[in-house]
């Protein structure tokens, strides 16, 4: 199974906002809305925020939000702080498997 | 509170064999389909293996198909990985993961569970 493609990295300070993308191919991102993102600190298990492309979980932040076009899905987080410094992931339902498949992951840092 | 509980990783030698446990609390296991989910020192995530809530349907990652095999006893509010053949790039830690809807939609998560393979 082919991974999605997400930057390596990505840095902002305080109170900005970044973008982190996650691109695909038509038999997962392009074709299907079953795209989420998980939030991971060093140490913790993965943290569900954006599911549905576009929904957040109960008790997450509305500081994360997330959106799709075309084959590439992204994950949008404003008034950054310093807690959201974490490795982001997203992950997608494929048609060309019968398991999902994640992104390569990106380091956030907040400078 | 909902909560997943993994058990049985540990050292094994290459091709040798375990079982991993997963025992879910706070909430009703029979509703859910469950996942496994694998994460190797320092890398990325990999969705491992997939069941559905009936134990209906079971599905896995090129790199553990015909190797691994995951089922579940609602009974017992519990699911189990049986782990054959293992490799040293098995070497992982390895989640219980509950699906919210079906479409590899982690909600829930374990501690995780260390899998080491060396020789």
Redesign the interface.
Known sequence: ?S?LTQPASVSASPGQSITISCTGTRSDVGTYN?V?W?Q?HPGK????II??VNNR?SGVSNRFSGSKSGNTASLTISGLQAEDEADY?C???TSS?????????TKLTVL | EVQLVESGGGLVKPGGSLRLSCAASGFTLRSYSM?W?RQAPGK???????ITSSSGNM????SVKGRFTVSRDNTKNSLYLEMNSLRVDDTAVY?CVRD??G?????V????TTVTVSS
Not at chain 1, 45 to 48: E, F, G
Not at chain 1, 97 to 105: D, E, L, M, P, Y
Not at chain 2, 59 to 62: I, K, P, R, T, V
Not at chain 2, 109 to 112: F, S
């Open positions: 199974q991974a079953y989420s998980y991971q298990a993965p943290k569900l599911y549905d979980p992931y992950s997608s339902y498997s019968t398991i999902g498949v994640f992104g390569g992951g | 996942t989910v990325g995530l990999e969705w491992v293996s997939f599905y896995y990652a090129d989640y919210l809807k479409r590899f939609y982690g909600d998560w374990g501690q995780g």
